[in-house]
């Protein structure tokens, strides 16, 4: 066997949530482009409407479902009916989350008001909470119930750096993306007995629509790319090889863990 042949997803069942837009797309984007039938779950009708027009223009085989992740049996329903169309479950990708709101450190550098935990808005916290953890609990729910019969899948979970190093995000979003991680864990050791491999992966600062697309500003890149060891943001384009190898067989023997792609964020501060 060719080491190219260990990608081949083609026909693969493929669900994503949260998968009309940054990090989300560039999943559904690794395995269109390889042959794999993928739904996009997603809040944003328009978004969803917009994408799968445009993956399908290129001739490639998706489709997709506007989905509360809040509301567990519509999430269910959506994946019986992806399954359906699509006659199998290869692959599902935990993708969807929320930014914390207004973080500790405001951006001129000075403490918030609204950020400090006695001040932290609990609607917020708990909004987050349900979209970045609860959220995922019920992914995973779903896709085993599917997957467990079979004796076989890939559960992609997207955490982030903020679940093992400290940040000035509001406590809600390391909170959920650090329950997320361990999450991942549990399910991987359960999971394993009916080869569903569990993994994670967990950017770093990435340039998308999260944050009310505040990281598209060149002011705000050059400011977080101070913090992070390759002195840039991460380009959702450079996940989809990462995406493709924990999808296919190529990770067929890894499963609890954690892949950091951060531009070594994880690590440390730059050293110049």
């Given amino acids: 066997m060719k080491v190219l042949d260990l990608f081949n997803v083609k026909d693969y069942g493929v669900i994503v949530t949260g998968g009309a837009s940054g990090i989300g797309l560039a999943f559904v984007e690794s395995l269109a482009e390889n042959g794999a039938k993928v739904t996009i779950l997603d809040f944003n009708a328009e978004r969803v409407e917009r994408e799968v027009a445009r993956l399908q223009a290129l001739g490639q085989q998706v489709r997709g479902s506007v989905v509360d992740l809040t509301d567990r049996p519509a999430v269910h329903r959506a994946f019986d009916v992806a399954v359906q169309t699509h006659g199998r479950l290869d692959v599902v990708f935990a993708n969807a989350g929320i930014d914390p709101g207004i973080g500790i450190i405001g951006p001129n550098g000075e403490r918030t008001i609204e950020g400090a935990l006695e001040n932290y808005d609990d609607e917020r916290w708990n909004r987050v909470i349900d979209i970045n953890l609860n959220a995922v609990f019920t992914t995973i729910k779903a896709a085993a119930r599917h997957m467990k019969p079979q004796r076989s899948g890939r559960i992609i979970i997207t955490t982030s750096v903020a679940s093992v190093r400290n940040s000035a995000l509001a406590a809600a979003y390391p909170a959920a993306k650090a329950g997320a991680a361990h999450l991942m864990r549990n399910a991987a050791l359960e999971?394993?007995?009916?080869?569903?491999?569990?993994?994670?992966?967990?950017?770093?600062?990435?340039?998308?629509?999260?944050?009310e697309g505040h990281t598209r500003d060149p002011q705000v890149q050059a400011q977080v790319a101070k913090i992070i060891p390759l002195h840039r943001m991460g380009n959702t384009q450079e996940m989809k090889g990462l995406a493709l190898f924990l999808a296919s067989p190529a990770s067929s023997f890894m499963t609890g863990a954690e892949i950091f792609n951060d531009g070594g964020l994880s690590i440390g501060p730059p050293i110049d």
Avoid: E, K
């Fill in 191 to 211: 999971l394993a007995r009916y080869n569903i491999l569990v993994n994670a992966i967990s950017p770093g600062p990435f340039v998308t629509n999260i944050g």
